[in-house]
């Protein structure tokens, strides 16, 4: 198995859910914890909690993975310690509301494909050159069930989860005979966030989401996530598709 105490793992998104939940185990097992998301207070807070509940080195910092020239200088002006990246969790993601392609909100459009596939390529891009200096590196994709299947009123989400998916497989192709691992763990449903962002704000429709069925909750996808950067240098999980119980698929949900 291996060993990530004192290396340094980054996750994006990390102010809720499955982001918050990978970065608590990376810094159980005692790894050095990079983080990022938007809201700063959030941030400040559980960096805070990680160094207080497991005496780890946390190294914080606010972005918006939308913003090339941002995410760039804020990889190469980290402290010299802090860009030896061991692996990186491309975790923040987001899906905006639930319309037909022809009810399509091209603001939600936008700010999906911003953020699942730009911000994954802005940080990638911006993180690889130093990874491609270790010895060892493996860089984590969040994808989705919605990667693999496109469900009723999905499209967009969809797509951009497609694209994590392919992004995924042409990142382990061409990084292949170099030192970088690539993987995609792609959950179904998971009681996070999520479903509020994507209802912006409507908690009785994001509830509605899970009702009559036990969601996945973060802590299982971080365990996944876990298991896929301890594994021993020659093992690449490649991909896992990760569903409770009551989820078939996509679009087969056994609710009581
Ligand atoms: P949450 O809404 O709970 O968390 C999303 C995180 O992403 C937040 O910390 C948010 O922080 C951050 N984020 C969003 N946009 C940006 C941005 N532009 N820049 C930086 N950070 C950003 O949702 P989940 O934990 O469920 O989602 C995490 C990932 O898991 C996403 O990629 C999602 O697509 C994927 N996923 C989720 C599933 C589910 O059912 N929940 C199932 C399959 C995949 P902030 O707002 O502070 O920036
Ligand atoms: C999140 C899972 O099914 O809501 O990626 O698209 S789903």
């Known amino acids: 198995m291996k060993n990530l105490k004192n290396k340094v793992v980054f996750v994006t998104g990390v102010t809720s859910g499955i982001g918050k939940a990978c970065a608590e185990n990376f810094a159980a097992l005692g790894a050095k914890i990079l983080i990022c998301a938007r809201r700063e207070a959030r941030l400040k807070q559980?960096?805070?909690?990680l160094k207080k509940k497991y005496k780890v080195n946390v190294h914080a910092f606010t972005l918006d993975v939308r913003n090339f020239d941002d995410v760039?200088?804020?990889i190469n002006s980290l402290p010299k310690e802090w860009k030896d990246i061991e692996v990186l969790v491309n975790n923040a993601g987001l899906s905006r509301g639930l319309n037909k392609i022809q009810d399509g909100v091209l603001m939600d459009w936008e700010e999906m494909l911003d953020t699942n596939v730009k911000g994954l390529l802005y940080v990638t891009k911006s993180v690889l050159p130093y990874m491609l200096k270790r010895k060892s590196a493996h860089i984590i994709n969040i994808g989705s069930i919605a990667g693999r299947e496109v469900y009723p009123a999905g499209n967009v989400y969809c797509a951009s989860k497609h694209a994590v998916d392919a992004l995924t497989k042409g990142m382990r192709i061409d990084l292949a005979g170099t030192s970088v691992r690539v993987s995609t763990i792609d959950p179904g449903m998971v009681n996070t966030e999520f479903s509020v962002v994507r209802y912006r704000g409507d908690k009785q429709r994001a509830d509605a989401t899970y009702t009559g069925l036990k969601?996945?909750?973060?802590?299982?996808?971080a365990g996944a996530v876990e298991y896929t950067a301890t594994r021993d240098e020659n093992v690449v999980i490649a991909e896992m598709l990760i569903l409770p119980?009551?989820?078939?698929?996509a679009t087969v949900v056994s609710r009581k």
């Open 245 to 249: 119980k009551a989820q078939a698929s």
């Open 72 to 74: 760039q200088n804020a």
């Open 46 to 49: 559980f960096a805070e909690s």
């Open 215 to 221: 969601p996945l909750s973060a802590k299982d996808i």
